[in-house]
């Protein structure tokens, strides 16, 4: 596995990353032991980043990576970098309720996190969201103190836009900004990226499958009702539809080249740059296996070509979230 400089402030990683959310039943049921086993594989085959948030099953998510990192060998526990976010808040039934990134509510969550890891220190800090009531100065600001304090490595940022990044950065180094980015999300392309670039922040895309919609597995058969997807408005009516010849369209190219559906949307992400980290949401071993081989799937200037000619920039139907999450993305444009 290959490693990345994160940014220019930032650790050295695996250029490819686990994002381990749909292990805590974002995706339907999750099968513990499998996922522990999927953490483990993928530490065995050089990833060492592993990004969660603590609202991930109420901090399920967490204790199962702690769990995890407990059956590691030393050096492969020392070698794991855990990237979390934090802030969403959420109900006893699992709904969500706001965001707090109040100065207090960061050290509190921080406390809360290092206790259900199991560690020392978290390697990179995010907030999840911006939250509007509070400045990101002071955000920033709370997580700053939490490094001096050696209870945090590395600060980073999710979803959020230019202005955002600037004030952000000009309070501490931030090491990367957490991002949807696929195939059919490119909205960091417009600004977000150039910003990013211009101030060493790298990027760790999350969604470079979109949620299992161009893995090439999913059917419109596959999302349950406890399923994240079943209220994602590009998994809804005639937008799955349309979204689901896109995948076809994408198909061709990768059967022409030998590769899976997935591994051709993981390298299109990983080739957009030096700084961009795909993470990979593989809740088996089977998938992961899958989603490692995209390293070696190597894209000539004609294979980017037929992919914009099937997938165009901005032909996905449907918004990534739904309408009340669409509105608390800072990193989206607003609208009307």
């Not at 596995?1 to 940014?7: H, I, P, S």
């Not at 603590?54 to 060998?73: C, P, Q, R, T, V």
């Not at 921080?110 to 400045?135: C, E, F, K, M």
């Not at 449907?318 to 309408?323: E, H, I, L, M, T």
Request: some cysteine; glycine content about 12%.
């Amino acid at each position: 596995m290959n490693t990345l400089q994160l940014g220019a402030t930032g650790p050295k990683v695996s250029a490819i990353g686990l994002g381990c959310m749909g292990m805590s039943g974002m995706y339907g049921p999750s099968d513990r032991a499998e996922s522990i086993a999927t953490i483990h594989a993928a530490m065995d085959a050089g990833i060492t980043l592993l990004d969660t948030g603590d609202f991930y099953g109420s901090g399920h998510n967490e204790m199962l990576i702690g769990e995890a990192l407990k059956g590691l060998k030393p050096s492969q526990r020392d070698a794991a970098l855990v990237s979390v976010k934090f802030g969403a808040m959420r109900d006893p039934a699992g709904g969500w309720v706001g965001y707090d990134a109040r100065s207090a509510a960061v050290k509190n969550f921080a406390t809360y996190s290092l206790q259900r890891l199991g560690v020392d220190h978290i390697d990179i800090y995010r907030p999840a969201r911006l939250d509007p009531n509070v400045p990101i100065e002071e955000t920033i600001g709370a997580i700053a103190d939490l490094v001096k304090a050696g209870y945090v490595r590395h600060i980073g940022l999710s979803e959020v836009g230019p202005q955002t990044i600037r004030k952000a950065a000009a309070v501490h180094p931030v090491c990367d900004l957490q991002i949807e980015y696929s195939l059919i999300s490119r909205g960091i392309e417009d600004e977000i990226l150039a910003t990013c670039r211009e101030l060493g922040i790298g990027i760790t895309a999350y969604g470079v499958l979109s949620r299992g919609l161009i893995s090439g597995h999913w059917t419109k058969d596959s999302a349950g009702e406890k399923d994240f997807r079943a209220h994602s408005p590009r998994f809804q009516g005639e937008n799955v539809e349309r979204n689901l010849a896109l995948v076809e369209a994408l198909r061709k190219i990768a059967d022409a080249k030998g590769v899976s559906v997935a591994q051709i949307a993981i390298a299109w992400v990983a080739a957009q740059g030096d700084d961009i980290v795909p993470l990979i949401g593989a809740r088996r071993r089977t998938r992961l296996d899958e989603a490692l081989g995209a390293s070696s799937v190597k894209l000539g200037a004609d294979d980017f070509a037929a992919i914009e000619r099937a997938v165009p920039k901005g032909s996905a139907a449907g918004d990534r979230y739904a309408a009340a999450q669409m509105a608390s993305l800072d990193s989206e444009p607003r609208r009307g």
